[in-house]
C-alpha cells in the first residue's frame, strides 16, 4: 500500500476536527447535596468561565442546580481534550480548566453546593485537562511548546510539585488530548493526537515526574481514554474510530487489543466502569456511544457499535461514568446538550435523563 502523506493528514485533521466541535434558570440542591447524583460542566466562556451543576429535574429532565463562577477565563470554543472538568478520587473537590486564563480552580464539594477554594497558574500556557490521585495533581498545557505539571492539593489550595514541570514527545505541534494518572499512582499518561503517540512518565513517591517514554498508538490519533481498576488503560482513537487497550510494564503502555473498530466514526471520548468490564467511547461523527467488553486479560471485544444516541446530528463529546457505576453521562456538542443513561448489570445502557440549552463552547463532564 502506498502511503499517501497527503490523503492522510486530511483524515486525521477531519477526525480531530469532529471532536473539537445556555441555562439560566436556578434550583435548591435536593436532599443529598452535590456529593451524590450530580452532573457538572464548564461553560469555557471567554467572558468569564464558569461551573454548571446539574441533578434530577421532573419528567426524566436534568434540572440546573447552581452555577459557579471560576473567576478564570475560557476560550468560548471546544479545547479537543477530555478531563476538563474533574472530580477527586475521593469526591471531595472538583477541578476545573480555565484555558483562557492559563489557571485551574479547585471547588470543594460540599452537601450544600460547592465553594471555590482557589485559582491556580497551570504551569504552562492553555490548559485542557486534569488530573487527580490521592491530593496529588497534574494538568496538561497545549500552548506552546506543550507540557504536564504536578501539584499537591492541600485542603483546595494547589503547591507546584519540584521536578514536576515535563515536556511531551516534541517541542509543539503534538496535539494532545488527556493526562491521566493511574489508579496505583505509579504512572502519569498524555495521548497525543497529531502524533499518535502514548507518552508516559514514571512518578516517584513525592510526586515528580521522570522523563517522558514515548509509544507509538496502536491505533490513529489517540485521543480520550480511562484506566480500569488494575491500570490498564482503554484508549479511544479518532481517526479510524477505534478502541485499543494496554498493560503497563512499569510505565510503558503494551499493546493487549489493538485498534478495535467502533463501526462508526470519530470515536474522540473514552469511558470506563468501575468495576473495569465495561468501556465505551463517545464517536463524534456519528452521535453514538459504542460498548465494548473487557475480559480479565484486558482484551476488547466490541458489544454494540452504537448502544446509544445523542440524537440526530447531537454530537458526542466528553463522556463520564458515576463512581457508583450506575449511570454514564455524555455532552452532545452540537446541539448543545447533556444526556445520562442508566448502566445495567451488563454494560447496555438505557436513556435516563438529559438537558438542552447549554452554552455553546461548553466543556468538560463529572458525575458523582
Known sequence: MTFNRRSFHRSLVAAAALCIVGSTAF??????????GKVF???NSAAGNELLAYGSGPAGALALLARYPTQGIGTSA?????????????????????????????FAVRPVGLVLVSVHDSGGLHPISISERDGLVYVLNDGGSGNVAGF????????TVANSVRP??????????QV????????????????????????????????????????????????????RLIVSEANQSTLSTYRLNGSTPVVISAAVSTTQMAACW????????????????????????????????????????TGSNGGAGDIAVAGHGRSLSILAPRTPAIHSFTVAADGTLAPAASVTGLPTGVVGIAAN
Do not use: C
Open 168 to 177: 511531551l514527545s516534541a517541542a509543539g505541534g503534538t496535539g494532545p488530548a
Open 270 to 309: 473514552a469511558a470506563v466502569t468501575p468495576n473495569g468490564r465495561y468501556a465505551y467511547t463517545g464517536n463524534a461523527g456519528t452521535s453514538s456511544i459504542s460498548l465494548f467488553a473487557i475480559d480479565l486479560q484486558g482484551r476488547a471485544t466490541l458489544v454494540a457499535g452504537a448502544a446509544a444516541s
Open 78 to 106: 471546544g479545547l479537543g481534550s477530555q478531563g476538563a472538568v474533574q472530580l477527586s478520587g475521593d469526591g471531595r473537590w472538583l477541578f476545573v480548566v480555565n484555558a483562557g486564563s492559563n489557571t485551574v480552580s479547585t
Open 152 to 159: 499537591r492539593n492541600d485542603g483546595g489550595t494547589l503547591s
Open 27 to 36: 434550583a435548591t440542591p435536593e436532599e443529598g447535596g452535590m456529593r451524590a
Open 180 to 231: 491521566s494518572i493511574s489508579p496505583d499512582g505509579d504512572t502519569l499518561v498524555v495521548t497525543e493526537k497529531t502524533t499518535s503517540r502514548i507518552v508516559s512518565y514514571a512518578l516517584a513517591a513525592d510526586g515528580s515526574a521522570g522523563a517522558p517514554l514515548v509509544t507509538a498508538s496502536a491505533g490513529i490519533t489517540p485521543f480520550g481514554f480511562a484506566f480500569d481498576r488494575r491500570s
Open 41 to 43: 460542566t464548564s461553560t
